[in-house]
Protein backbone atom coordinates (compact mmCIF):
# COMPACT_ATOMS: atom_id res chain seq x y z
CA UNK A 1 0.00 0.00 0.00
CA UNK A 2 1.35 3.46 -1.30
CA UNK A 3 1.16 6.39 1.46
CA UNK A 4 1.21 10.03 -0.06
CA UNK A 5 1.10 13.03 1.68
CA UNK A 6 0.25 16.40 0.39
CA UNK A 7 -0.21 19.58 2.42
CA UNK A 8 -2.83 20.39 0.23
CA UNK A 9 -6.20 19.40 1.61
CA UNK A 10 -6.82 21.37 4.89
CA UNK A 11 -8.58 19.48 7.85
CA UNK A 12 -6.37 16.23 7.63
CA UNK A 13 -6.45 15.07 11.76
CA UNK A 14 -10.12 17.06 11.89
CA UNK A 15 -13.74 15.30 11.51
CA UNK A 16 -15.24 16.12 8.10
CA UNK A 17 -18.57 14.53 6.71
CA UNK A 18 -18.55 11.34 4.74
CA UNK A 19 -21.06 9.10 2.96
CA UNK A 20 -20.72 5.13 4.12
CA UNK A 21 -23.02 2.24 3.40
CA UNK A 22 -24.65 0.51 6.23
CA UNK A 23 -25.52 -2.54 4.57
CA UNK A 24 -29.31 -1.05 3.62
CA UNK A 25 -28.95 2.20 2.96
CA UNK A 26 -26.27 5.27 2.53
CA UNK A 27 -25.54 7.02 5.49
CA UNK A 28 -23.99 10.63 6.39
CA UNK A 29 -21.66 9.92 9.56
CA UNK A 30 -18.35 12.04 10.76
CA UNK A 31 -14.97 10.45 10.34
CA UNK A 32 -11.57 11.57 11.55
CA UNK A 33 -9.17 12.30 8.69
CA UNK A 34 -5.97 9.78 9.05
CA UNK A 35 -6.38 6.51 9.40
CA UNK A 36 -3.70 5.11 11.75
CA UNK A 37 0.12 4.25 10.97
CA UNK A 38 1.99 1.13 11.88
CA UNK A 39 4.90 3.03 11.38
CA UNK A 40 6.77 4.91 13.92
CA UNK A 41 7.72 7.63 11.76
CA UNK A 42 4.35 8.18 10.27
CA UNK A 43 1.49 9.82 12.27
CA UNK A 44 -1.79 9.11 10.65
CA UNK A 45 -2.34 8.68 6.68
CA UNK A 46 -4.31 11.30 4.97
CA UNK A 47 -3.88 9.73 1.61
CA UNK A 48 -3.71 6.54 -0.32
CA UNK A 49 -2.95 5.73 -3.78
CA UNK A 50 -6.12 4.10 -5.61
CA UNK A 51 -4.33 1.80 -7.40
CA UNK A 52 -2.45 -0.09 -4.33
CA UNK A 53 -5.36 0.70 -1.75
CA UNK A 54 -7.50 -2.15 -0.29
CA UNK A 55 -10.41 -0.69 -0.69
CA UNK A 56 -12.85 -3.14 1.32
CA UNK A 57 -14.97 -0.03 3.28
CA UNK A 58 -15.55 2.33 1.01
CA UNK A 59 -16.69 6.02 1.61
CA UNK A 60 -17.03 9.37 -0.20
CA UNK A 61 -15.63 13.04 1.36
CA UNK A 62 -18.39 15.64 0.49
CA UNK A 63 -16.60 18.37 -1.11
CA UNK A 64 -16.94 21.41 -2.81
CA UNK A 65 -13.81 22.24 -4.14
CA UNK A 66 -9.87 20.95 -3.43
CA UNK A 67 -6.77 22.24 -4.33
CA UNK A 68 -3.08 22.49 -4.35
CA UNK A 69 -1.74 24.79 -0.65
CA UNK A 70 2.24 25.21 -0.85
CA UNK A 71 4.07 26.66 1.90
CA UNK A 72 1.02 29.01 3.16
CA UNK A 73 0.22 29.90 -0.45
CA UNK A 74 -3.00 28.86 -2.46
CA UNK A 75 -1.72 27.63 -6.20
CA UNK A 76 -5.29 26.18 -7.26
CA UNK A 77 -8.48 25.80 -5.98
CA UNK A 78 -10.34 23.23 -8.40
CA UNK A 79 -13.91 22.06 -8.51
CA UNK A 80 -16.14 19.27 -10.48
CA UNK A 81 -18.74 21.22 -13.40
CA UNK A 82 -21.39 19.57 -12.05
CA UNK A 83 -25.52 20.58 -11.08
CA UNK A 84 -24.91 18.57 -8.15
CA UNK A 85 -24.55 21.19 -4.95
CA UNK A 86 -21.41 19.31 -4.14
CA UNK A 87 -19.33 16.54 -5.56
CA UNK A 88 -17.68 13.44 -3.93
CA UNK A 89 -14.33 12.28 -3.58
CA UNK A 90 -13.59 8.77 -3.30
CA UNK A 91 -11.76 7.36 0.03
CA UNK A 92 -12.06 4.42 2.47
CA UNK A 93 -13.00 4.10 6.40
CA UNK A 94 -11.61 1.89 9.16
CA UNK A 95 -13.59 1.69 12.51
CA UNK A 96 -12.31 2.74 15.46
CA UNK A 97 -11.01 1.14 18.41
CA UNK A 98 -9.55 2.38 21.94
CA UNK A 99 -6.71 4.32 20.75
CA UNK A 100 -8.02 5.93 17.24
CA UNK A 101 -11.63 7.16 16.63
CA UNK A 102 -13.60 5.50 13.30
CA UNK A 103 -11.34 7.57 10.53
CA UNK A 104 -10.70 7.75 6.79
CA UNK A 105 -8.00 8.13 4.56
CA UNK A 106 -9.06 9.79 0.87
CA UNK A 107 -7.89 7.98 -2.24
CA UNK A 108 -5.94 9.65 -5.30
CA UNK A 109 -5.46 9.12 -9.05
CA UNK A 110 -3.45 10.38 -11.92
CA UNK A 111 -4.16 13.91 -12.45
CA UNK A 112 -6.89 14.58 -14.59
CA UNK A 113 -6.44 16.22 -18.22
CA UNK A 114 -7.44 19.87 -16.58
CA UNK A 115 -4.92 19.49 -13.63
CA UNK A 116 -2.13 17.98 -15.47
CA UNK A 117 -0.18 21.15 -15.30
CA UNK A 118 -0.06 21.45 -11.81
CA UNK A 119 0.40 18.02 -10.24
CA UNK A 120 1.25 14.50 -11.22
CA UNK A 121 -1.88 13.05 -8.74
CA UNK A 122 -4.55 14.79 -6.49
CA UNK A 123 -7.72 13.27 -5.09
CA UNK A 124 -9.91 11.18 -6.95
CA UNK A 125 -13.32 12.24 -7.62
CA UNK A 126 -16.26 9.88 -8.16
CA UNK A 127 -18.86 10.53 -10.91
CA UNK A 128 -22.76 11.36 -9.46
CA UNK A 129 -24.01 8.26 -11.28
CA UNK A 130 -21.43 6.30 -9.38
CA UNK A 131 -21.51 7.48 -6.27
CA UNK A 132 -23.79 4.64 -5.13
CA UNK A 133 -21.90 1.84 -7.01
CA UNK A 134 -18.92 3.23 -4.95
CA UNK A 135 -20.79 2.70 -1.81
CA UNK A 136 -22.42 -0.44 -2.53
CA UNK A 137 -18.96 -2.11 -4.43
CA UNK A 138 -20.74 -2.82 -7.33
CA UNK A 139 -18.38 -2.65 -9.93
CA UNK A 140 -14.47 -2.53 -9.65
CA UNK A 141 -13.31 0.18 -8.28
CA UNK A 142 -10.42 1.60 -10.67
CA UNK A 143 -13.48 1.31 -13.44
CA UNK A 144 -15.29 3.79 -10.90
CA UNK A 145 -12.14 6.11 -10.75
CA UNK A 146 -11.69 6.53 -14.31
CA UNK A 147 -10.27 9.90 -15.57
CA UNK A 148 -12.48 13.07 -16.30
CA UNK A 149 -12.24 14.59 -19.76
CA UNK A 150 -10.81 17.89 -20.53
CA UNK A 151 -12.67 21.01 -19.26
CA UNK A 152 -14.58 18.75 -16.78
CA UNK A 153 -13.29 20.72 -13.75
CA UNK A 154 -12.97 24.58 -13.07
CA UNK A 155 -9.57 25.51 -11.79
CA UNK A 156 -9.84 28.81 -10.18
CA UNK A 157 -6.66 31.02 -9.07
CA UNK A 158 -5.89 31.58 -5.08
CA UNK A 159 -9.04 32.85 -3.65
CA UNK A 160 -6.69 34.55 -1.27
CA UNK A 161 -4.11 36.46 -2.25
CA UNK A 162 -0.42 35.64 -0.59
CA UNK A 163 0.03 38.59 2.29
CA UNK A 164 3.87 38.40 1.45
CA UNK A 165 2.63 39.78 -1.96
CA UNK A 166 0.62 42.49 -0.46
CA UNK A 167 3.16 43.64 1.72
CA UNK A 168 5.63 43.67 -1.04
CA UNK A 169 2.67 45.70 -3.38
CA UNK A 170 2.50 47.94 -0.33
CA UNK A 171 6.27 49.55 -0.20
Known sequence: MDVETDDALIGIGKRHRVMIWDGDAEREV???WGLPSR???IF????????T??????CLLLANEFGL???GKTLYAASL???EPFFCIAGVWRPGGREWPDSFAALTVPAYPDLVPLKDRHV???RPDDWFDWLMQERDPLDILRTFPKDSFLVMPPIQP???ELLTGAT
Request: glycine share 0%.
Open 30 to 32: ELH
Open 39 to 41: DPD
Open 44 to 51: EIPLLKSE
Open 53 to 58: AIIDRP
Open 69 to 71: VRR
Open 81 to 83: VTD
Open 124 to 126: AVV
Open 162 to 164: NFD
